[in-house]
């Protein structure tokens, strides 16, 4: 006697279990089906390309951001000299001098891989690309001078500038900012606006690791720590409480498939919160795991039943099966679905 | 004159389906898989010419125009990735092209949308088809990834934006490591190479599991007893 006439059938649960279809079948023909719905597509996507384009606003460099407001240019500059900046101090992957990423409670996924992309923001934004510019001794004293001092020392230089920068003024294309001991600060944050200016800096935040340079993670990060890209970002709809990157530049519907995720950074406590990017992650997470796993979860899974809108897709079957909404046919036979009504492809 | 046989040399098709039988043959791994393959798919279950008369429903056309819109997806990325990522910034076919590439996105990821959400308030995963909703669900993550790393690549502002932006999110799990969005380089690889394997992929699998299942069937009606047989059985006609 075989292990399967011991084996108790299996209860029929309605929404794990589909009982296999014994009804009528009706033609339809896959092949066409999918080459109307190709050209379809084809006529529609041409029209909205026609009619609607798509965005192509020129990127921010270092350079467009320094001539457009070199002050805001220089502000920043100095604090990714002191290690002020948002770079600066965000932890890893770039170093481990912060936890911008945020935690949860003492899950720190950010920390677990390291510093990967490493970046120190004085030497790689400032005393290093000031160093490659060549016939200028001032200038490299300044760097020399830097590098040779205490840290001390170099706090209390960076701490003046980086007050008296906010009076600074740009006149007749030089940096000029109130008088103070600001030792070679001065002279390092005036040297790096003119190279940005020029375009040179640009270069020199990619040069740094090879001539065919496709990263672009140091001059990214340099340009978003500055206010000038965030208010352009905000000027087009993209910052965090305005929905955020789901955006994009212009009226163009974006990435409109991520408006879950934008969402909780609409929430209050969570779009408040320090550790708002991870909490977001985790819930995102939960729920994709949730959606995936629909097929398990008792009650879950009994939302389509409850719901009824299953009854609105299979009208026509379930008209078919209980007759007309008046009463059953006197005949006592079924009312037929004529004989191609469908429309589908059952992909 | 010698009158030549156009089929002389070639196998006769019959013969070809009683080598699958062949004892000789029965351990061997190309046999088994096409007689596995066969069992599963035949001709007609994986390209029917019938379908259950309950399929019968605006809601079925997204499958289908998700599919459509793929294939025009990866139609005119093929054209930008001929002409490389520089051309549409400075050719006017080839910023139309991008549009091409962009809105058919747009209509892939809304078909996909209205499929996927049709499918659950059908409740399409019964009668073991969890691991076709789970093939659905898992393809519209890659996909949404993949659109990811497109707006990640485009070399304009929408791209800095998003990517100083999104880094923050995914350098909190950890994975910012490895999968670096300010690294151009390595966002356009993901998005014409990888990802795009993985989304076709993933779609043939889901089509495949669709055909080997079927569609699913109608809930109970009201007249009917929830695990038996609907009442519309006689006259049956069920394709060969």
């Known amino acids: 006697m075989s292990a399967d006439t011991h084996r108790k059938p299996k209860k029929f649960v309605q929404d794990r279990d589909a009982v296999p279809w014994k009804g009528r079948y009706v033609p339809y023909d896959l092949a066409k089906e999918g080459l109307i719905a190709l050209i379809v597509v084809i006529i529609l996507v041409s029209g909205l390309a026609v009619l609607f384009g798509s965005p192509d606003d020129k990127p921010t460099t270092v350079r467009s951001w320094s001539n457009a407001d070199a002050?805001?240019?220089?502000?920043?500059?100095?604090?990714?000299?002191?290690?002020?900046?948002?770079?600066?101090?965000?932890?890893?992957?770039?170093?481990?001098?912060?936890?911008?990423?945020?935690?949860?409670?003492?899950?720190?996924?950010?920390?677990?891989?390291?510093?990967?992309?490493?970046?120190?923001?004085?030497?790689?934004?400032?005393?290093?690309?000031?160093?490659?510019?060549?016939?200028?001794?001032?200038?490299?004293?300044?760097?020399?001078?830097?590098?040779?001092a205490t840290p001390d020392q170099q706090a209390t230089w960076n701490a003046a500038y980086e007050k008296a920068v906010a009076d600074a003024k740009f006149v007749n294309g030089k940096l000029v900012v109130p008088a103070g001991d600001y030792g070679p600060v001065a002279t390092l944050i005036a040297a790096e606006t003119s190279m940005a200016r020029s375009g040179a800096l640009d270069g020199a935040?990619?040069?740094?690791?090879?001539?065919?340079?496709?990263?672009?993670?140091?001059?990214?990060?340099?340009?978003?720590?500055?206010?000038?890209?965030?208010?352009?970002?905000?000027?087009?709809?993209?910052?965090?409480?305005?929905?955020?990157?789901?955006?994009?530049?212009?009226?163009?519907?974006?990435?409109?498939?991520?408006?879950?995720?934008?969402?909780?950074?609409?929430?209050?406590?969570?779009?408040?919160s320090d550790n708002a990017d991870i909490m977001v992650f985790a819930i995102m997470i939960g729920l994709t795991v949730l959606l995936a796993l629909v097929p398990f979860i008792p009650g879950l899974r009994s939302i389509p039943r409850w719901t009824r809108v299953y009854r609105i897709i299979w009208r026509n079957h379930y008209r078919e099966v209980e007759g007309p909404p008046s009463g059953p046919d006197p005949s006592g036979s079924p009312p037929q679905v004529e004989g191609n009504a469908r429309e589908p492809v059952p992909v | 004159m010698t009158i030549v046989d156009p089929k002389a040399g070639r196998p006769d098709q019959a013969d070809l389906d009683k080598a699958a039988d062949r004892p000789e043959d029965a351990g061997q791994w190309t046999a088994k898989i096409r007689t596995t393959a066969v069992e599963a798919l035949p001709p007609q279950k994986l390209l029917p010419d019938r379908q259950p008369a309950y399929v019968a429903s605006w809601i079925y056309v997204f499958g289908v125009t998700t599919v459509a819109a793929l294939i025009v997806v990866i139609a005119t990325g093929f054209v930008l990735a001929i002409f490389g990522p520089n051309w549409w910034h400075v050719s006017s076919t080839g910023l139309f092209v991008n549009s091409l590439h962009l809105w058919s996105v747009e209509v892939f990821m809304f078909a996909m949308v209205v499929h996927l959400w049709g499918k659950f308030f059908m409740a399409a995963w019964r009668g073991k088809r969890k691991a076709t909703w789970i093939t659905g669900v898992v393809s519209f993550l890659v996909s949404v990834g993949a659109a990811f790393t497109g707006y990640l690549s485009q070399q304009n502002f929408d791209s800095q934006w998003i990517s100083t932006q999104a880094k923050d999110g995914i350098n909190s799990t950890g994975a910012g490591a490895i999968f670096n969005v300010t690294n151009f380089g390595q966002m356009i690889m993901w998005h014409i190479v990888l990802l795009p394997l993985c989304v076709v992929a993933l779609v043939g699998l889901h089509v495949l599991m669709v055909r080997l299942r079927g569609v699913v069937t109608p809930f109970a009606a009201k007249n009917e007893t929830p695990g038996e047989q609907p009442a519309t059985t006689s006259g049956a006609e069920v394709p060969a």
């Open chain 1, 71 to 148: 002050v805001g240019f220089a502000t920043t500059a100095i604090t990714e000299l002191d290690g002020t900046s948002g770079t600066a101090t965000y932890g890893p992957p770039y170093n481990l001098n912060g936890t911008t990423a945020g935690k949860l409670g003492p899950i720190n996924p950010a920390k677990w891989l390291g510093v990967h992309h490493p970046i120190d923001t004085a030497n790689d934004y400032v005393l290093g690309p000031l160093s490659t510019l060549p016939n200028q001794p001032q200038v490299q004293a300044a760097v020399d001078q830097y590098k040779a």
């Open chain 1, 205 to 272: 935040l990619l040069s740094s690791r090879q001539f065919y340079g496709t990263d672009y993670t140091k001059p990214l990060l340099f340009i978003a720590d500055g206010d000038y890209f965030a208010n352009l970002g905000s000027a087009q709809h993209l910052s965090g409480d305005q929905w955020g990157m789901m955006n994009e530049t212009g009226q163009y519907p974006g990435q409109a498939w991520l408006w879950l995720y934008t969402l909780w950074y609409q929430v209050g406590p969570i779009g408040n």
